[in-house]
């Protein structure tokens, strides 16, 4: 091979190395990490809890609910003057309505799975200095903003020191294994 050749090749090899290839590789394997911290363990970016449910008594109505239940108040099915209820009044909360329908009173914001099936398919955009993760679906970015705010304000879904690390390791393969093709 000539230098002509070799740098040629080289050159080829260093077009592939495009800012938004490298980063959609890295972050894949750390999308699955992201997720099951969040949605399974129920911690944050710092690898503590999100937080905690709110214990103050609520009325749910079975229709906002994954599991479906039967409407009772706070003294039964019934109002006093025979109607029935349309929600279902849970003494304990949130926390009590998420252990009454399965899901524990764990904050892992897995209630429907809308929100983490969007996180699971994560989107990047190119922002001036680098990417943004963002989710696909707005109502899905804004309940991610609430959520940190409502939580402490510590981010939910940025990435643990060992996600860093593990991105930073998986952008360092991904430019080795471009080069080396």
Known sequence: MTVEQWVAKLDARIAELSDEKIMK???LDITADVVQRVFVE???????SIG???????????KN???KFSPMGKTGSRFKNKKSHKTRYFNGGYANFKTFIGKGDKVNLWLFGEL????????LR?????FDW???????????????KHFGGTSIFGLTNDERTKFEKNVRAEVLR???S
């Open 116 to 123: 983490r099936s969007d996180a699971a398919s994560v989107a």
């Open 134 to 148: 963002r989710l696909k679906k707005d109502i899905n970015q804004k309940k991610v903003e609430y959520l940190t």
């Open 65 to 67: 609910s994954p599991k």
């Open 52 to 62: 905690r449910y709110s214990r103050k008594p609520i009325y749910v109505n079975p």
């Open 126 to 130: 190119k922002i001036q200095g680098g």
């Open 25 to 27: 590789a890295a972050i």
């Open 42 to 48: 129920g911690k944050n970016s710092k690898n503590s």
């Open 178 to 180: 471009i080069m080396n």
